[in-house]
């Protein structure tokens, strides 16, 4: 429950209602503040792992050989595998860090999280855990207020 729906109109109004708005404000500039965090952090996280795949512009041998032989995912070629992980571990996060499109990003690195975990190393469900968790806050709350998702919305609003 928010500050503000836990008033009173009557404490609303005068001195104690100019209070009230700035607790309310410092309550959302928390979560802002949160949803920050995560897009910064979970953003580097997938970049940092996507520049190890990269040479330049071009995708490195040992990336198709660890897609091969260590990762062998099911269902899917390791070439295509890493050339979809490679471009989404570089695309997703700079949405992340814009706020652009920041619950598809934010869905689809969760969805490439649990693959890992499922399919990859899963004995590292700790790690894993955290991210799956981050991202779905982001999924389920969106990237907050400084975000071009949010500036889009109240231009069409």
Not at 26 to 49: K, P, Q, T
Request: a neutral charge.
């Amino acid at each position: 429950m928010s500050l503000e729906s836990s008033t009173t109109p009557a404490v609303r109004s005068g001195v104690a209602g100019q209070v009230l708005k700035v607790f309310v404000w410092l309550e959302n500039l928390r979560m802002d503040a949160v949803l920050i965090l995560m897009r910064i952090v979970m953003g580097a996280v997938f970049f940092m792992s996507a520049q190890t795949k990269v040479d330049g512009f071009s995708i490195k041998d040992s990336t198709f050989f660890l897609f091969e032989h260590e990762y062998a995912l099911p269902l899917v070629s390791p070439i295509l595998a890493a050339w979809l992980a490679t471009i989404a571990e570089h695309l997703f996060p700079l949405m992340l860090w814009l706020g652009l499109g920041t619950r598809f990003a934010a869905l689809g690195l969760a969805l490439m999280t649990l693959t890992i975990q499922l399919f990859v190393y899963p004995h590292a469900w700790v790690t894993h855990g955290l991210w799956l968790s981050s991202l779905l806050v982001l999924v389920l709350q969106g990237p907050g207020r400084l975000s071009l998702d949010q500036l889009i919305r109240s231009r069409i609003a």
